[in-house]
């Protein structure tokens, strides 16, 4: 019958070295006849042959659904203790079982867990210059336009940005004339590093001015009165020759 492990404890550094002997009993059994991990809400079998020679390697979706503290065993060992060591890039998961046997007998299990890279490109927050992107317009044909006052200062620079987990928002360039437009692109690289997202596009747009406001104003030489011009009979000018 199955039996449940008691929560995971660290091998010591002093363990016994893999023997191939060591994985039968003096009867001729073997420690471990069948090994199972909880995954999920689920017990994958183990393959004993591979985990033992090499190691065994499988794939899942998120190594926190790996529960060591849910396995299952069969066979003559009386005890198992797993420990694990993650990859620095967290894409995997090795764990050594070592399974004990009443008779001194001891074997290791080698069970790699792989992550699966996510293919999710998906954008949720998106904040550049101090504006926050309506995501969904920046992906239409004109993107997402943001009327301003001053062009010289806005840089395209991200501030904030939230993406799938493991998903990378990178710059696909720019464009506009920097007097009157600058657009910025971006799209999303999902954590497998192929699957990438559609282009978001943020358009600064500046504002025409309404001010018709005229400081000062030169006519032949002559320095115009702005006031007096503004008024019903004009600025008038008295000059020697008109055809000057």
Known sequence: ALVAVPTATAVAD??????????????????????????????????????????????????????LEAMTYSGHATSIAPAYVTSVDGMTMTVDIWAYGADGQSANYVVRFHKVPSQDTTLTYLNVDNYEIDLAQAQTANGYVINVDDLSAISGTVLASS????????????????????????????????????TYTVRFVRNLSSDTSLSSLTV?????????????????ITVKDPSA
């Open 220 to 236: 032949d030489g002559h320095v115009i009165d702005l006031a007096q011009a503004g008024t019903t009979y004009g600025y008038t």
């Open 14 to 67: 002093d363990a016994p070295a893999q023997d191939t002997a060591a994985v039968q009993s003096v009867a001729g059994q073997p420690l471990l006849s069948s090994l199972q991990i909880m995954i999920g809400t689920g017990f994958q079998e183990i393959d004993l042959g591979q985990a033992l020679n090499g190691g065994y390697d499988m794939w899942v979706n998120d190594l926190k659904s790996v529960n």
């Open 163 to 198: 993406t799938a987990d493991g998903a990378t928002l990178l710059s696909a360039g720019s464009a506009g004339d920097g007097v009157n437009s600058k657009a910025y692109m971006f799209y999303v690289v999902a954590e497998d590093g192929e699957t990438i997202s559609p």
